[in-house]
């Protein structure tokens, strides 16, 4: 039973809309989450920004226009989000059957759109001061990866790599991954030897039997509880937050579910965000 004296405070709710689903999160510099939700009916793609505290809505169903070059991400149903500095958030447009991505755009979703362009780039790195990109040729039927700098904040060239060098080796290894970089906790499946997990889990009388996610971080446990009805085979999943021993929040996620959702919670400083069903995004204060 919950102790709604310690009970944890809903921050803020975004719902994306009928049909959507929230497909891609990232967190700027500045204070903002971006997102991307899909819909698959009509196949697009939007974007909405909101400032992590507040809940306010910078922009939302933005469909990007790109003044700057006649290719433009609002063609493409398939794009990705890449990585972020300072307030602008960097993307790129998926090639159809090729796992390549293509061109990089620089937005800031507070309010001024498109900063920059380049798709005759592929985007490869964040290295902080400079973007590692690289210029796809061919030569006698092969593909050929010409690597450069480019600056972040304007998209210009800064530097010629060539082609894949000890230099351009040593660069990407020194990349980091995006989660540290931008300060976010992932959730994990739990296995049999996450003993760290499992432990916490077995504290707050949650079983190995139980399908579940989970983070341990601080003095909390959270988890995501995947149950599935014998009768029917369909799946409820539930969420459900501890301080210690003690249940601080929990709610419904998904009832009746063909297959269980994953990979749709986390943890960024004091605040936990998750997916309600496949269109709602919900932040909860860990304060």
């Known amino acids: 039973m919950m102790n ?7 921050r803020w709710r975004y719902h994306a809309g009928p049909g959507a689903l929230v497909w891609q999160l990232m967190f700027t510099q500045g204070g903002t989450l971006v997102g991307q939700k899909r819909f698959a009916v009509s196949r697009r793609a939007l974007f909405f920004c909101i400032d992590t505290v ?27 989000l890449e990585t972020t500095l300072g307030d602008l958030v960097y993307c790129s447009a998926c090639q159809p059957n090729s796992p390549e991505h293509q061109g990089i755009w620089a937005v800031d979703f507070r309010g001024s759109g498109v900063a920059w362009s380049r798709p005759d780039l592929v985007f490869v790195a964040n290295l902080e001061e400079d973007l590692l990109a690289c210029r796809i040729s061919s030569f006698a039927g092969f593909p050929e990866r010409h690597f ?6 304007t998209g210009a060239d800064t530097r010629l790599l060539g082609l894949d060098t000890l230099e351009v080796n040593a660069l990407r290894a020194e990349v ?19 003993a760290r997990e499992r432990m916490a889990l077995q504290r707050v009388g949650i079983g190995a039997a139980t399908h579940s996610e989970c983070i341990v971080h601080e003095d909390f446990t959270v988890a995501i509880l995947h149950e599935q009805n014998r009768l029917s085979g369909l799946w409820d999943s539930s969420l459900k937050v501890w301080r210690g021993d003690c249940l601080v929040y929990a709610e419904a996620l998904d009832e009746g579910a063909e297959k269980p959702a994953l990979n749709t919670f986390l943890i960024r400083r004091s605040a936990l965000y998750f997916l309600k069903g496949r269109d709602e995004l919900v932040c909860v204060s860990l304060l």
């Open 148 to 153: 450069l700098l480019i600056d972040p904040v």
């Open 4 to 10: 709604t004296g310690d009970a944890l405070v809903v």
């Open 176 to 194: 980091v991954q995006e989660e540290v970089r931008q300060q976010v906790i992932l959730s994990e499946f739990v296995t049999e030897g996450m």
């Open 54 to 80: 507040t809940g306010h809505l910078f922009c939302d169903d933005y469909l990007f226009e790109d003044h700057h070059h006649p290719l433009s991400l609002a063609e493409g149903w398939f794009t990705v």
